[in-house]
Nanobody, 124 residues
Framework: QLQVVESGGGLVQPGGSLRLSCAAS????????IGWFRQAPGKGREGISC????????IYSDSVKGRFTISRDNAKNTVVLHMDSLKPEDTGTYYC?????????????????WGQGTEVTVSS
């Protein structure tokens, strides 16, 4: 059974950087496609980035494009979301999610495994 666990997050000043990690386990053959989602207080869940199982397809939402970078190390079964130039509107709970198969999507409904979430607060 596919499982994912996030780590990282915390409090950072505007303009600062943070690094989130997602560790995936429970799959036998193929590596999992990993998506990152976030939910700001009082708002719906937003898909912000995805990297497919081979790392050959990467997508970002317009809200984070140019500031966030997703990468994966399949030897360690880990996906990292590096966040630069953080803004107060980036504040929220960040989730990683996994799905089997090569497709990459920001549609939360396509993911079968979710982490517990990690808090990111951007404030001075």
């Amino acid at each position: 059974q596919l499982q994912v666990v996030e780590s990282g997050g915390g409090l950072v000043q505007p303009g600062g950087s943070l690094r989130l990690s997602c560790a995936a386990s429970g799959f036998s053959k193929d590596y999992a496609t990993i998506g990152w989602f976030r939910q700001a207080p009082g708002k719906g869940r937003e898909g912000i980035s995805c990297i497919n199982n081979s790392g050959t397809i990467i997508i970002y939402s317009d809200s984070v494009k140019g500031r966030f970078t997703i990468s994966r190390d399949n030897a360690k079964n880990t996906v990292v979301l590096h966040m630069d130039s953080l803004k107060p509107e980036d504040t929220g709970t960040y989730y990683c999610a996994g799905r089997l198969g090569p497709g990459c999507s920001r549609d939360a409904g396509l993911y079968v495994a979710w982490g517990q979430g990690t808090e990111v607060t951007v404030s001075s």
